[in-house]
């Protein structure tokens, strides 16, 4: 190692962290104990979560772990190497025909996480020269996917079908064109309008895929994409991303999609609690209507009618304002974490709520005058 090299790094490293320290976007990690019984405990302190995507409840499920260690003592704690090389243990059919099945589509493929499953199937979908339409607010992973296509990308005005639909037109009519929306929006907790998208898309002869990351047992969506994607990661309590679609695409992605074909497969135990929990997502509806119901409750108690998912954003502005009324709610006993630029646009900082079907209702009865006591102390009105 030269030691000039490593002390540059080390100093353009510093530099950098200033600056966003300065602008209040230094990101830091707290070390937490999530314990299998839901309770989170930080600094000594016990608290609720608000915070994490567990939608279900799933990840501390007797059911799902069970599966989990029962796959481990099986076949190891990991899978080897990428499907393709080590062989592909049979825990990935499974779970690829019982997605399939769910999302009422031919095939399915999974992906070591929902981040590279978008990064692996739009590159093997469209490349340059051709045009990728997306909505502003998709997540990263998409947008990660789409600049690596080496597409040209428009994004459109979250949810404006006239926009995405204007762009649509004007495509080069021998190249592809692709529309990507989320299902649910995973800062902002809002249904994307699916059918009128689809519907531009069809006109112009446009493909559509959607990421389904938190819609998945909780939001039923009629989804008339032919591609549609997600996560296991949320809902599913485990991990891993998968994307369903007609099935010569799907296989086409363990030739094309580098993910998939440089990443080193799910391990068992993961693959197992995925399908654990998939079942318990099936057999028991009521967990995503409990979530769902529990969001709404927390909505209506803050001045909120219109929730739609398990995701109620609270917006508080400035990063700072976002990161005290965090603060304060930690005090408190609730774990709920600040979003702030460059994840949500500048001057949109927040809270993000998310609920779960464990959640009880004295305890989001608790949170929701705590959180009124913050916006009302931030100046900000209902
Ligand atoms: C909409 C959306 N897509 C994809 C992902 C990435 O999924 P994963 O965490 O499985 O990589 C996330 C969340 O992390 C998400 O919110």
Redesign the pocket.
Known sequence: MNSKDFLDIDAISAARLSRLQDRGLRRFLSPTDRLVDGRVIRAGQSMISFSD?DYLGLSLHPKVIDAAIQATLQYGAGSGASRLVTGDNPLNETLEAKLARMKGLPAARVF???????AGAIPALVGAGDLIVMDEL?????HAGARLSGARIQSFSHNDVASASQYLQERDATSHALLLT?T????DGDLAPLDELATAARETGAWMMT????GLGIVAQNNPAPLQ??????AAGA???YIAGPTNFIDLLISRARTFVYATGLPPGVLAAALAALTLMESEPELGRRSLANARLFGSLIGQDNVQSAIVPVLYGEAEVAMRASTTLAQQGFLVTAIRPPTVPEGTARLRFTFSARHKEEDIRRLSKLVLETLAEAGIGK
Not at 138 to 142: D, G, L, N, R, V
Not at 211 to 214: Q, V
């Open positions: 995507n070591g996480s929902g981040y590279l499953a978008n998709c997540h990263a992973s998409m989320e649910v929006f995973s800062m990421d389904d990351a938190h994607l997600g996560t296991l990661s949320k991990y891993g991303g």
